[in-house]
């Protein structure tokens, strides 16, 4: 504004000396102006260009932020972190405590999973409580939902052969299928891996134990369920002879066991029998599972 004051000034000179007359003075008041002008320019096209650089040198003080921002992604990850925590949280909720000093009982289900597992899954989980599943390899993929059921709710999975043989007589290779073969099955259907195993019927020796290669686990107390079919009875066997250490043998395949685990699993409990899987009470009774060894209780 101050250099068109300046212009019409000149102008002004202009025309008062009768259009023709520009003194020396106006001359370099002019080119002054002009240069001044022309500087202006310059100085707004460096504005310009500052301005332009600006938000580069704004992405330069972003960097600031930008190096925030790894700490933002820091606390991006924490926030997974305190999610994973939460899960925790959740999961310590549902998390059992076991208290070694306490009396324990592992219950035990063979030849499942069945249409009656999940009966037995829902009063465990309403006790807080757990077992161990012994599964056949050839009911694996038609219970694959309950299967991986048993495995979420945390308890146990044993393997218990393919088809329900007796190991003692069958060739190296049959023995090999029935009990890697279910391994492998157990596997595909959960990505869990059965730690112990049972043999059915509970036949096996030391020489077969040793073969079939895993804590070979049987049991104190049997309800002989599959042969009195009979609630009372399964029920009566667990809880007048039960103790300390048990280890007890119900098959999760009929309806009279999932009706006495009804009666039983609330029964423990309120006696004070932490219900736990084989491999807990292993390790609450400093009891090494050991490949080819057999275990029938957890005594004290
Ligand atoms: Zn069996």
Known sequence: MLCIGYMIQIYGLYYK????ILTKKVLAVSLALLMSLLNMGTFTNVEAREKEVLPV????????????????????????????????????????????????????????PSKYTAEIL?????????????????EVNKYKDVLNQVIAEGNEIGNHSYNHKN???????????????????????????????????GISDAELN????????????????????????????????????????MHDLYDSTAQAAKIIIPKLVEQGYQLV????????????????????????
């Open 57 to 112: 040198e704004e992405n330069v003080q972003y960097t600031p932020p930008q190096e925030e921002t790894p700490a933002e992604e820091a606390s991006a990850e924490e926030v997974p972190a305190e999610a994973v925590e939460v899960t925790y949280e959740e999961q310590e909720v549902n998390k059992r405590v076991i208290d070694p000093t306490k009396p324990m009982v592992a219950l035990t289900f063979d030849d499942g």
């Open 277 to 300: 899987t084989v491999s807990e009470m292993s390790e609450y009774r400093d009891v090494t599972l050991t490949q080819g060894q057999q275990y029938y209780s957890m005594y004290k």
């Open 167 to 201: 190991l003692k007589t069958i060739t190296d290779e049959e023995l090999y299928k029935q009990v890697q073969g279910t391994d492998d099955l157990v596997y595909i259907a959960s990505g869990y891996t059965p730690k112990v195993m049972r043999p059915p019927y």
């Open 210 to 249: 040793k073969k079939i290669n895993k804590p070979i686990v049987k049991w104190s107390i049997d309800t002989l369920d599959w042969k009195n079919r009979d609630t009372d009875k399964v029920v009566a066997a667990v809880l007048n002879d039960v103790k300390d250490g048990d280890i007890v043998l």
């Open 122 to 138: 829902k009063v465990l989980k309403e006790n807080n409580s757990v077992a161990t599943f012994f599964v056949l390899g050839s």
């Open 17 to 20: 000396e009768g259009g023709y």
